[in-house]
């Protein structure tokens, strides 16, 4: 069960995530975390679920409406550009999803641009090793990779969480 390895609360307490928060789902796919930042931010809250695949957030849709959120806004990104309103994130969750960017430090950049002054890029992907559920190994990205990306991009790693079993978290801010 994905909860088990993901640990989707403990990710959002690890960030700061709370009642009102004003957060993003990038690549958000299927919204799997989506509906659980919903839940979390409540209804003074907001998410954005991003992706740059139109039948995602269609189905995203979909899905926050069956389950009754009305703090969800869907949002068609570009290769490049997240599309996000500027200075407006308490938090941006890219997860499992940075193996999938074309232009990494482009949309880096832009989310840093979409961060508040006290916000944080979370950026959570599959360790190198190949364990646990996930894409092959060699479609893996290092996080070396991703923190060189985040400092071109204007980022800073604050820290770095080791309490997921499969993957690494890493956590940015301007």
Wanted: hydrophobic share 45%; proline share 6%; aromatic share 6%.
């Amino acid at each position: 069960d994905r909860d088990l390895w993901q640990r989707p609360d403990q990710i959002m307490d690890a960030m700061g995530i709370a009642d009102a928060s004003v957060v993003a789902d990038i690549g958000a796919g299927s919204g799997w975390f989506t509906v659980r930042l919903a839940r979390r931010v409540g209804p003074q809250g907001l998410v954005y679920a991003e992706d740059v695949q139109q039948a995602m957030l269609t189905a995203i849709s979909r899905r926050v409406g069956r389950e009754g959120f009305n703090n969800v806004r869907t949002v068609l990104g570009l290769k490049n550009d997240p599309r996000l309103p500027p200075a407006s994130l308490d938090a941006v969750l890219v997860v499992d999803a940075y193996q999938e960017i074309e232009d990494r430090v482009s949309i880096l950049t832009n989310l840093a641009k979409a961060l508040k002054p006290q916000g944080m890029l979370g950026i959570i992907d599959f360790r190198l090793d190949g364990t646990g559920p996930g894409p092959d190994a060699d479609e893996r990205v290092s996080p070396d990779v991703v923190v060189k990306d985040a400092k071109v991009a204007g980022l800073r790693l604050l820290r770095q969480e080791t309490f997921l079993p499969y993957q690494y978290f890493l956590i940015f801010g301007k």
